[in-house]
């Protein structure tokens, strides 16, 4: 019964939280029944709204749950994430609601109750309460429905029922048509059998050809950027500095949460509750709310550190502090059978602390008071003489890019950055497990191309590297021109200072070679053939077969019954895949959420003023 429990109460969650969603949506007048006013939308799709009130509600479920997996706050970053799966999980939904209704696909009571009794959802199917010698036991699942707990749950699971039941319905309608002919089959096994080895000399520009046999004049630099405008087109990028304290606890701070957790120890084997002392002193926010229950868990499930205490330690002991990369931990084990083992702990993070902290916190609070979320970038220099930091620079940050302070990404940042777009603003502290960092934006270059000077060095390699794609052309010609009057692959090679290699034997589903023009050249070539020069985007090559391996077409009718079926499965996917991406190219969809988010802060901004 803890199963259910435990799964009623998400379930008591959903309801809740869908209840206030309708709350929201009719107090505002959407159903027509009064109401204050009419709410924005968020999106809409086909003509269904997403009211924006609901959206955000959606976004706030998707949050917290994330926020607790996570066991950790979330940033900029993770929230732009969130809100962005929300969307696209909704848009999905509407566009296959809008398919339900257009082909009038629909589910009877009947419908519903038989998939409920025959095809048990996942989480209730791997329940122990439901194992017979480690296998799903259907009998016990069909007798539980009948209970009261059962009651309980399966009502508020219909809704994933039905959605499951019309996407199957609607799958088996797309795919019924899928059928693999013979050739196609024959192909498909061919290309898994059939083998060849081969001889492959390169010629690869970048190899072959020295940066001092290209001569480049600055006409002929200007001239390739002009001829090549749309090779040298950048995203909008900000160029940003930034100051950084760092935070790394010292040995100082370990011996002070070993110190907390041998205190908090002590406390309990005097006669102190555990639940209490893990209510009070536990920093796990998974398991302190409840007395730092961790419910049961197999081996393997928890760090190895973890695990050697809990699957040695006598049940009903509370055991000496341990090291694991969370922290200090002290852990009761309750019960403990073969693999399996329940248990509470105490967790104590190793951070900052005494007069380690103190200084670190005088530093960020000085650091906060005097530069951070200005728009005055010289305030960020200024401050770092005073306090004797470095200013740093990042590389150039695009849109859609993270930022990285020397070796460490540093999340929310490059949000921000695209969000206020002002040279010379300044942003709030950020955290990372070992630095404060504070970030100013220094410059900000717009989408397009940008001017020569600015990338001069990138627009004269890609010159070079024409000319050099021009002079390896001619060695190539080289080759051919040798092996046509007689000479050996290896013996053109060595004339000219190439390599070659024997490759193989492969098939065409796992070639040493990604480049399908090579592929399909080496399968196209008998023992003793060569191929001319292949003009390829790595470079120039000349193939020579050396072994060729048909595909057994005997062996092939022998098992074309069992490819026939594992083909038409293969098919059937890629039918769907292609079905639903098909569904949202052609769905008319708006996204209104950036325009609410900018009237949104303008309203924050005015306020604030």
Do not use: C
Not at 22 to 35: A, Q
Not at 181 to 209: F, S
């Amino acid at each position: 019964m803890n199963f259910f429990r435990k799964l009623a109460g998400p379930l008591v969650a959903l309801v809740s939280v869908t209840f206030l969603v309708w709350l929201v949506v009719d107090l505002s007048g959407i159903t027509g029944s009064g109401g204050f006013s009419r709410p924005q939308a968020a999106g809409e799709v086909n003509g269904q709204e997403l009211d924006s009130r609901q959206y955000e509600l959606m976004v706030q479920q998707a949050s917290s749950q994330q926020q607790q997996q996570a066991q950790a706050s979330l940033g900029a970053d993770d929230y732009a994430r969130i809100r962005d799966q929300v969307w696209n999980q909704w848009v999905d939904a509407a566009v296959l609601e809008s398919e339900y209704r257009r082909r009038g696909l629909s589910v009877t009571p009947q419908e519903l109750a038989d998939a409920i009794r025959t095809t048990p959802l996942p989480e209730l199917a791997q329940n122990e309460l439901f194992q017979t010698n480690g296998q799903f036991d259907m009998e016990k699942y069909q007798r539980w429905l009948g209970t009261a707990a059962a009651a309980q749950v399966i009502p508020q699971l219909e809704s994933r029922y039905r959605d499951e039941i019309l996407r199957s319905k609607l799958l088996r309608v797309v795919t019924a048509d899928v059928f693999v002919p013979e050739p196609a089959l024959w192909r498909q096994y061919r290309d898994e059998h059939e083998t060849v080895k081969v001889d492959v000399l390169g010629i690869i520009p970048a190899n072959v050809v020295p940066d001092s046999a290209v001569t480049l004049t600055d006409a002929d630099v200007e001239a390739y950027y002009r001829a090549h405008q749309d090779d040298f087109k950048r995203p909008e990028t900000a160029f940003l500095s930034y100051v950084e304290i760092p935070r790394t606890p010292d040995a100082a701070d370990t011996a002070a949460a070993l110190a907390r957790i041998q205190a908090a120890r002590a406390e309990i084997l005097g006669g102190a509750k555990f639940e209490d002392v893990a209510r009070r002193e536990s920093e796990d926010p998974g398991s302190a709310a409840n007395g730092g229950d961790l419910g049961e868990w197999h081996r393997g499930q928890m760090v190895p550190e973890f695990d050697s205490v809990a699957f040695r330690l006598p049940v009903g002991q509370v055991s000496a502090p341990f090291l694991t990369t969370f922290g200090w931990h002290i852990l009761e084990v309750k019960s403990r059978k073969d693999s399996t083992v329940s248990g509470r702990h105490i967790l104590i993070r190793i951070d900052l602390a005494g007069a380690h902290r103190d200084r670190v916190d005088a530093l960020a609070d000085t650091l906060e008071r005097l530069a951070a979320d200005r728009v005055d970038g010289p305030a960020l220099d200024t401050v770092a003489r005073v306090l004797g930091l470095r200013v740093g620079r990042t590389l150039p940050v695009q849109r859609g890019t993270s930022v990285q302070a020397g070796t460490n990404v540093v999340p929310n940042v490059a949000t921000w950055v695209f969000q206020k777009a002002t040279a010379g603003a300044i942003g709030e502290i950020e955290e990372t497990p070992d630095f404060l960092y504070l970030f100013r934006i220094d410059s900000l270059v717009p989408a397009g191309v940008p001017p020569l000077a600015a990338i001069r060095p990138a627009v004269e390699r890609e010159a070079r590297a024409a000319r050099k794609w021009v002079a390896a052309r001619a060695i190539g010609e080289q080759v051919l021109k040798r092996l046509n009057e007689g000479a050996t692959l290896d013996m053109a090679a060595r004339a000219l200072g190439l390599r070659h290699q024997v490759m193989g034997p492969f098939t065409r589903l796992n070639p040493p070679i990604s480049d399908a023009t090579l592929v399909g050249a080496a399968f196209a070539l008998a023992p003793g053939q060569r191929t001319g020069l292949l003009d390829t985007p790595n470079g120039y090559f000349v193939l020579e077969g050396v072994a060729h391996t048909p595909a057994d077409s005997a062996e092939f009718a022998r098992q074309k019954d069992e490819l026939q079926a594992r083909a038409v499965r293969l098919a059937q996917q890629d039918r769907v895949r292609l079905f639903l991406q098909g569904l949202r190219e052609h769905a008319t969809i708006a996204d209104h959420r950036e325009e609410l988010l900018r009237q949104s802060e303008k309203l924050a901004d005015a306020q604030g003023r």
